[in-house]
């Protein structure tokens, strides 16, 4: 149906709205026609404005394309703001600073603004190794507010991707439907990008995805994050010490020894992301939503838990959970490259690579079973675990869908395998791939090329001209192909 319309109605099919209720009850379906609105034409639509895509938006619109960003929540940011996870993962190899571009941006700026952890020094994120970035969740909110609207993207927020218009036998994607407080509207875009998180536009334009419990051996369990608040910090006692004599008298619900405790976000504010929730699955919403209600309850038990076991703490308030799920794992797409654990292993470069990154390979334990401890503790501390000095490359064909000529997908539902997916799913990893998506996304769409056929060897250089720490002596015009 050519979705031309400034109307938006309900047709009947095969003969009266009743009839067709009936009709769709007996089959256990119905069908849904409606003439929507058409957007005017964008040069490009991303999908999710969480690290990767505010990233993707930015960095696209900096480059002159225009940009529609749409987001289901009330704010850019995803998991950082939203999510509350209000710590950025080690960017840092013990020598140097290895993300540099939009991410060392934002760091930079909310240090200067006074909206990360008090008392934080820059080395911590220019130079040493396993230093993480605690930070205000609103600070970051105003920032991003402030590049999009500079970079000229237009974001709607409360917007969610319902549906896309593509053809996977030809790998083109003509436009997306959103759906907010105004109804349908179809949306025109020469490229597009998944930012999503769970691969959503992705999986409606039929692109190949790998589906975390129904193609892997298990899902990560995700934690539903808190915010506390009246500690004392100079008391602070030993967490995980604590941890240990509260399971050993049997005080939680759940025996999860899996317990990174609680990071200092402000003078007396505590982030914590603690507490598994097993066995939830994201891409089932019964499951979602049980699992938001057991994540409220776990909250409240962690807060018995520090009032009683952690000096310190006596006086500790929770603030609240996040809006956001903190899921771990849910979707892969499959991209023209896939990363996997042998380019992790070997330390692999890439002459199209468009990030470098060292996080440790981090796949939470599946359950409570002292197999799975034992599993994490060796593949975190260990095997997974880089050296200083160390890095992987990110090649550009992880971030392009296979077989698409302009869809591009980024962060967490990148293509990379079940362990390097492990270590390259947190925010650092997606704010370098976002960046690079929304680069050579403009680049595809300046020069008429497909998202597999751009110059890579431009890729790399734009990408550098932004601050993009990007090493490699060598350099090639088309992207490293997965053989």
């Known amino acids: 149906m050519a979705l031309v319309s400034r109307r938006t109605m309900l047709n009947a099919i095969g003969g009266s709205a009743c009839m067709q209720a009936a009709e769709a009850k007996q089959d256990s379906t119905y069908r849904l026609s409606r003439d929507i609105p058409v957007e005017d034409e964008y040069d490009l639509l991303v999908a999710g404005g969480g690290p990767a895509g505010a990233s993707a938006a930015i960095s696209a619109g900096r480059l002159g394309a225009k940009v529609l960003l749409v987001e289901s929540t009330g704010c850019l940011g995803g998991m950082a703001t939203s999510g509350m996870m209000m710590s950025f993962c080690p960017v840092a190899d013990g020598e140097k600073c290895l993300t540099g571009g939009l991410m060392l941006e934002w760091i930079e700026t909310l240090h200067k603004r006074g909206f990360l952890k008090p008392g934080i020094q820059p080395d911590t994120w220019r130079k040493r190794y396993g230093g993480w970035i ?57 490229a597009f990008i998944d930012g999503t998180g769970n691969g959503v536009l992705a999986k409606l334009c039929g692109a190949t995805c790998r589906d975390a419990g129904r193609d892997t051996p298990g899902i990560m369990p995700p934690t539903l994050i808190s915010l506390y608040a009246g500690i004392d910090w100079t008391r602070m006692g030993d967490q995980q010490a604590a941890m240990r004599k509260a399971l050993a008298e049997n005080f939680f619900s759940q025996p999860d020894r899996h317990f990174p405790g609680m990071q200092q976000i402000g003078n007396h504010i505590g982030l914590l992301n603690g507490g598994h929730i097993f066995n939830l699955d994201a891409l089932r919403e019964k499951s979602m939503t049980d699992g938001m209600m057991k994540g409220r309850r776990l909250a409240q038990e962690y807060l018995a838990f520090y009032r009683k076991y952690v000096p310190g703490c006596e006086n500790v308030e929770h603030v609240t959970t996040a809006p956001l799920m903190g899921l771990r794992e849910s979707r892969c797409v499959l991209g023209e490259y896939e990363l996997g654990l042998a380019d992790y292993n070997a330390r692999r470069k890439f002459p199209d690579q468009i990030g470098v990154y060292n996080y440790p390979i981090d796949i939470h334990v599946y359950d409570t079973s002292d197999a799975q401890y034992a599993r994490y503790s060796k593949e975190f501390r260990e095997t997974g675990r880089m050296q200083p000095g160390e890095s992987v490359g990110l090649p550009y064909g992880m971030i392009v869908a296979k077989n ?42 300046r020069t008429r090329t497909p998202a597999a056929e751009i110059d890579t060897e431009v890729l790399v250089s734009t990408l550098r001209k932004a601050g993009a720490y990007l090493p490699q002596s060598k350099t090639t015009k088309r992207m490293t192909r997965k053989t």
């Open 134 to 190: 605690p930070f205000n969740a609103e600070g970051l909110k105003l920032l991003l507010d402030e590049l999009a609207v500079s970079a000229g993207v237009e974001t709607r927020f409360f917007t969610n991707m319902i549906d896309a218009d593509a053809d996977a036998r030809t790998g083109l994607v003509h436009g997306a439907i959103i759906h907010n407080i105004e109804g349908y509207r179809y949306v025109r875009a020469r």
């Open 404 to 445: 698409f000529k302009n869809l591009w997908v980024a962060g967490r539902c990148a293509s990379m395998d079940v362990q390097v997916h492990g270590a390259f799913r947190v925010q650092p990893a997606a704010v370098m791939m976002g960046q690079a998506a929304g680069t050579a996304a403009a680049q595809s769409v």
